[in-house]
């Protein structure tokens, strides 16, 4: 797992898929709430004047030189749940944005959300 002081520094830098196809560049990083451990980035995705913001787990990425490698498709990852580039992710968003990536989803013991970002 990248840790969360390293992975900050890659904002704005590229995001590719795992077979080095630019994606988007990274915009934020989303820890989770109980390990406050790097789990999701935000990956700005689109055309010019449309973009939007799409979620890709970082468990397995990659840092190389000036991009950020993600174990995932690049047709995967653009398909994933998206906000507005000026929006946050609702915690009622949260179990679609795992249940994309196939990943269990669980509220923490008092109800509280599982993402938050950083």
Do not use: C, N
């Not at 915009?27 to 109980?34: L, M, R, S």
């Amino acid at each position: 797992m990248i840790a969360s002081a390293d992975i900050r520094e890659w904002r704005g830098q590229s995001v590719v898929d795992e077979k080095g196809h630019r994606i988007g560049s990274l915009e934020a990083v989303y820890v989770e709430t109980a390990s406050d451990e790097p789990f999701f980035a935000t990956v700005t995705v689109g055309l010019p004047f449309q973009h939007r913001l799409v979620f890709v787990p970082l468990d397995g990425a990659v840092v190389g030189p000036g991009y950020v490698k993600v174990p995932f498709p690049k047709g995967q990852v653009k398909q994933a749940p998206s906000i507005g580039t000026d929006d946050i992710l609702p915690a009622e968003d949260e179990p679609a944005v795992f249940a994309h990536y196939a990943l269990t989803y669980a509220v923490g013991s008092g109800g509280e959300r599982r993402l938050a970002r950083r």
